[in-house]
């Protein structure tokens, strides 16, 4: 029993959802678990009037049904409760959701666009020299030979792209995302960001990173046939490496078209 009542039991019970590594996604669970003991414990009364009367007033007890059918009172009693609980849910709820909701005062923003099926990274404000912002694709590169088990599966299999995503620990990154063609999903549950994408809509989410490490994520909309190839795949460093690679790409990006490369001034 005590292997069951253990932070370390629930979080490896791989039935829940995950914890997650940010303030906002131990929050989500945390209201994911307040609204799951709720649930419990309502279950748990409903039920247990509902045992109770089947075992002890049956027929074969001699029970007499009782005669409050249209009582007034009792109409007003389970219509009040139900909405107490509801109100009484939706005050942490709210709290949450709003603290979800608020991306102001980002320090990084990047724009992420869906394609099928293939994420797309601009970061908003790193102008490569020509006006254009730093933006590359993000390819699965999970080799087809372990798709058609022709090469066993390695334990990122289908979680691993060419060019991950990457941002700044402990830095406020907002998330623009949108779609090129068909609506997909950009989720990364170990942030709790998930958030359609939408050709023609721009939807914000954002999140705050405190460890260095690297987060995957899948597109969470059923997009086309490879749906199941577009995974998304965020490295998050510390802040100092993170412009030494902006850097770097810009350079790189820049070279490659044939442009002069701007300086940062940061
Ligand atoms: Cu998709």
């Known amino acids: 029993m005590s292997l069951l009542t253990t932070p370390a039991a629930w979080a490896a019970w791989d039935l829940n959802m995950r914890q997650g590594v940010t303030e906002i996604s131990q929050a989500v669970y945390g209201l ?4 799951f003991w709720v649930c419990v414990g309502i279950g748990v009364v409903v039920f247990g009037v509902m045992f109770y009367s089947i075992y002890y007033h049956r027929k074969s007890r ?16 389970w219509t009040a409760i139900p909405f107490i609980i509801l109100v009484a849910m939706c005050v942490p709820a709210t709290k949450v959701l709003i603290q979800m909701y608020d991306a102001s005062d980002s320090d990084i923003d990047i724009k992420v666009m869906g394609y099928q099926w293939k994420w797309s990274y601009e970061y908003l404000g790193e102008d490569l020299g020509n006006g254009d912002n730093m933006a590359f694709f993000s390819n ?38 949108t779609a090129n063609d068909v609506i997909h999903a950009f989720w990364v549950p170990d942030f709790a960001v998930k958030k359609d994408a939408i050709p023609g809509f721009i939807n914000e989410s954002w999140t705050i990173v405190p460890e ?8 969470a909309e059923l ?20 412009y030494a690679w902006v850097d770097n790409k810009k350079q790189q990006i820049a070279q490659a078209r044939g442009i002069t490369p701007a300086v940062a001034n940061r």
Not at 212 to 219: A, L
């Open 212 to 219: 260095p490490g690297i987060y995957r994520g899948q597109c």
């Open 32 to 35: 994911h678990m307040t609204i």
């Open 62 to 77: 001699g029970a007499v049904s009782d005669t409050f059918h249209e009582s007034t009172k009792l109409e007003i009693v």
């Open 223 to 242: 997009c086309g046939e490879a749906h199941g190839y577009m995974p998304i795949v965020v490295k998050v460093v510390p802040e100092d490496e993170y």
């Open 140 to 177: 699965l590169s999970t080799p087809r030979a372990e798709v058609y088990n022709e090469a066993p599966k390695n334990p990122n299999y289908l979680l691993e792209v060419d060019q991950p995503l990457v941002i700044p620990a402990n830095k406020k990154v907002r998330f623009l995302i």
